[in-house]
């Protein structure tokens, strides 16, 4: 690189609900909290993410959050839930896309937007980052940038991602995955 030349990062993108925070089972379907109630951040998420803030990596949270797009839950409530994960976890940017998913657009996963737009402001190299998600979408939205894919399996009544680098129970198993390349 040249003088001046923006540093190439590596990143783990980080889906919310599922792997750092508690996702509602129904049906078995994983779904969003609704409330502040409901918003919990999984116990193993701080220990996890820190291993891999240690390790150099960007930690970047891209979520589909359609309740938002369907007027079930707040803009407000949706920014108090991201103030409390990033007070809690040493991430370093929250990207969060409010389509529903009755009407998608390029940001939505599967789509990639939410990796460009991530990958252009912190210079990311995809091929040195990882994806971690409990739905086959977020992996899928990894392998669109060549990023590898993290499947962490919740066991939701759906069908799991089949281009996903590694399987998980967890962000821990996720993480030490991720460390040992």
């Known amino acids: 690189m040249g003088v001046g030349s923006p540093q190439i990062n590596k990143a783990v993108f980080l889906d919310r609900d599922g792997v750092l925070t508690r996702s509602l089972v129904r049906q078995g379907k994983g779904y969003a909290p609704r409330t502040l109630a409901e918003f919990e951040i999984l116990p193993e998420a701080a220990e996890a993410c820190q291993k891999l803030k240690q390790a150099g990596?960007?930690?970047?949270?891209?979520t589909n959050q359609p309740d938002v797009g369907?007027?079930?839950i707040s803009p407000e409530t949706l920014e108090e839930m991201h103030r409390r994960l990033g007070e809690a976890l040493p991430l370093d940017e929250i990207i969060g896309c409010t389509d529903p998913s009755e009407k998608p657009g390029p940001?939505?996963?599967?789509?990639?937007?939410?990796?460009?737009?991530?990958?252009?402001?912190w210079h990311i190299d995809f091929g040195r980052s990882f994806i971690v998600g409990d739905r086959k979408g977020d992996i899928d939205a990894g392998h669109a940038v060549s990023c590898r894919g993290i499947f962490i399996n919740r066991n939701y009544?759906?069908?799991p991602p089949v281009n996903s680098w590694a399987a998980c129970n967890n962000l821990i198993e996720a993480a030490e995955r991720i460390l040992q390349g």
């Open 57 to 62: 990596y960007l930690l970047i949270v891209v």
């Open 70 to 72: 369907r007027g079930l």
């Open 107 to 121: 940001r939505r996963k599967p789509a990639p937007g939410m990796l460009l737009e991530a990958a252009e402001r």
């Open 157 to 159: 009544a759906e069908p």
